[in-house]
């Protein structure tokens, strides 16, 4: 019988790097992204223009837009909505949520408004918006504030109240007292994965607010969606939702970035 003189098998033998893996799942995007793109042309070749343009022509378009700095200008606009909108809501919501989900009085006081207000959707509050604070930035960025408030509220709330009794246990046994301590030292970072979701999943959503914000009149992408569409320009509504799209997954890709690194220790 022959003797295998081969030696034990590392995990470095049997294990694909990682970088390949990488590699391989950008291949698959990349070619997802190439087949949308080729259904999107040969779509376009039964329709009309005014329907569906082909990706030459938004190509085009795009261009036009972006030397014209008609499409800089929309998209500093909405910037001005939505950075500011997001941060608010989102520090409110996950504040509120951890405070609610770790004393119980305070959230038995607050339920009654919580279940009160959270069915409202945001662009219901146009009116408030224009009224309190006029047709510009202001108003605009509220409505996206409060997008993001009820988004990272719950995700928040959620992940307070997922953490487990014993890990609680063990802090105080070792010597981690008080509820703000607790809160701070255990809790927090215990809720930390749930919260960041939450933020991650109110970055996209706010973007989504932002063009229903602009609609009601001030300047922006979704202005300019509204006023191609008024115009039956569909190539530049295209062009303007890739840029949205764009300016997410930069936004997307630096926010999960950083995550990993903060969430290094998990």
């Known amino acids: 019988m022959a003797t295998d003189t081969?030696?034990?098998?590392?995990?470095e033998d049997v294990a694909s790097p990682v970088g390949s893996v990488d590699g391989t799942r950008a291949l698959y995007g990349v070619a997802g992204v190439a087949g949308f793109v080729a259904l999107w042309w040969a779509a376009s070749l039964v329709q009309p223009a005014y329907v569906l343009p082909s990706p030459?022509?938004?190509?085009?378009?795009?261009?036009?837009?972006?030397?014209?700095?008609t499409m800089g200008i929309a998209l500093g606009n909405s910037v001005l909505h939505w950075l500011p909108g997001t941060v608010v809501g989102t520090t409110a919501g996950v504040a509120a949520g951890?405070?609610?989900?770790?004393?119980?009085?305070?959230?038995?006081?607050?339920s009654g408004v919580v279940r009160l207000l959270r069915p409202v959707p945001p662009l219901a509050l146009i009116g408030f918006a224009i009224a309190w604070l006029g047709i510009n930035h202001?108003?605009?960025?509220?409505?996206?504030a409060v997008g993001a408030f009820w988004i990272n509220f719950y995700a928040a709330y959620g992940g307070v109240e997922s953490?487990?009794?014993?890990?609680?246990d063990v802090a105080r046994?070792?010597?981690?007292?008080g509820s703000l301590a607790l809160l701070r030292s255990v809790v927090v970072p215990a809720a930390l994965p749930e919260i960041t979701t939450g933020v991650r999943t109110g970055i996209g959503r706010c973007?989504?607010?932002?063009?229903?914000?602009?609609i009601f009149g001030v300047n922006g992408i979704g202005r300019e969606i509204l006023r191609a569409s008024n115009n039956l320009r569909v190539d530049v509504v295209i062009s303007y939702i890739l840029v949205l799209s764009l300016a997410y997954l930069i936004i997307d890709a630096v926010f999960r970035a950083t995550?990993?690194?903060?969430?290094?220790w998990r």
């Open 56 to 69: 030459l022509a938004v190509g085009e378009t795009f261009a036009a837009e972006a030397a014209s700095g």
């Open 98 to 110: 951890v405070a609610l989900a770790w004393w119980s009085t305070l959230d038995d006081a607050a």
């Open 163 to 168: 953490v487990s009794e014993d890990l609680i």
């Open 259 to 264: 995550q990993r690194r903060a969430l290094k």
């Open 6 to 11: 081969r030696g034990p098998v590392s995990g």
């Open 173 to 177: 046994s070792l010597d981690v007292h």
């Open 207 to 214: 973007w989504m607010l932002v063009v229903a914000a602009e």
């Open 138 to 144: 202001a108003g605009a960025a509220a409505i996206v």
